[in-house]
């Protein structure tokens, strides 16, 4: 599925803010094209060109105070008009696959205190895996604030890189460096709080928006092998390939963007695995030739399996 139009557009306006140079081939897409068919390769090229034109800047802090809860929506509205906090965590949970955006949303419980972490599902780059998690720790604490803005000061946010600590000082937060996860912790007392943004139709309206989207997903089911074609998909399940093509259009997709997207996403999870040659992982992605997957690998990250491999297991700098 293409990114939202406001997670993209939120990093080209910082690119344009703090001068940074954006073209088609070092991002993959035109910065006044249509923002809203963008996918996950071209954005990690965009996040990956504003940081090494802004080494000096905390990119993941700076981008994650800009982010709104309609970055995730309805799923953002949903949770910020539910009833209590214990209700906008199982409605994230329930709908998280859908508008995750490639993060994983884990809630810990202990005898006095929730945990809530938040994990990469695709083994990326370390600098690119900082920037986006800790945005979205950030912009997730943001929620939280609006739904309990009088208890802002009994939340914990905690990245495992050190950071420039001037603006989290500023605002007076709470903050954990060098941790060992990306992460929020709260009282657990909070969880039946009373949300201060809470309203009951609002609510509903959103979850049934959500509830739309994930009955979409689910009648264009595309958990289909890497290997098949738009026919076979439509074969089983039972429908035409125009119905198939329709389906996809509604969901802004393409089959042929979508085979190279599945392809990239198995591609960064094998990497993750060092035990799986480069030209075992070509094979099993259906290249006969490893050199054609190293190709098309660097078409999509804009590096060789390799050297995305070497850049992986790199220790995370201090």
């Given amino acids: 599925m293409f ?3 406001v997670l993209v557009e939120t990093y080209l306006d910082y690119a344009q803010q703090h001068g940074v140079h954006l073209d088609d081939s070092s991002i ?3 910065p006044f ?11 990690l090229k965009l996040i990956d060109t504003i940081r090494t034109q802004l080494p000096e800047h905390d990119i993941g802090a700076d981008i994650g105070w800009r982010f709104s809860p309609q970055v995730f929506d309805p799923l953002g ?12 965590l199982e409605t ?19 005898s006095d205190n929730i945990e809530l972490e938040i994990q990469s599902v695709f083994c990326i780059e370390q600098a690119l895996q900082r920037i986006i998690l800790k945005s979205a720790v950030i912009c997730l604490y943001k929620i939280l604030v609006q739904l309990l803005p009088y208890h802002q000061a009994d939340f914990i946010l905690s990245f495992k890189d050190p950071l420039q600590t001037a603006d989290f000082l500023n605002r007076r937060i709470q903050i954990q460096m060098n941790a060992e996860r990306w992460q929020i912790s709260f009282p657990k007392a909070l969880m039946h709080e009373v949300n201060f ?9 959103a979850i ?59 591609a960064l999870n094998l990497l ?34 390799s050297q995305f491999r070497a850049k992986s297991f790199k220790p995370e700098e201090s």
Wanted: aromatic share 10%.
């Fill in 92 to 110: 994230a949970h329930r709908f998280w696959d859908l508008f995750g955006l490639g993060l994983a949303l884990s809630v810990h419980e202990h």
């Fill in 77 to 88: 509205t949903a949770i910020v008009s539910a009833p209590n906090v214990q209700s906008a």
């Fill in 33 to 43: 094209d249509n923002v809203s068919r963008i996918d996950l390769i071209q954005y």
């Fill in 208 to 266: 049934a928006e959500c509830e739309s989207s994930l009955k979409l997903s689910q009648a264009a089911d595309l958990h289909y092998s890497l290997h098949e074609t738009l026919s076979t998909l439509a074969s089983q399940q039972m429908v035409s390939t125009k119905t198939i093509y329709r389906r996809m259009q509604q969901k802004g997709q393409n089959f042929q963007q979508l085979k190279q997207r599945k392809k990239y996403a198995a």
């Fill in 28 to 30: 993959g897409f035109h």
């Fill in 197 to 205: 943004c809470a309203n009951a139709l609002r609510f509903d309206q």
């Fill in 3 to 5: 990114l939202p139009s």
């Fill in 272 to 305: 993750n695995n060092p035990e799986i040659s480069i030209e075992q992982i070509a094979e099993q992605l259906g290249y006969t030739n490893p050199s054609n997957f190293s190709r098309a690998f660097n078409r999509w990250a804009n590096m060789s399996p």
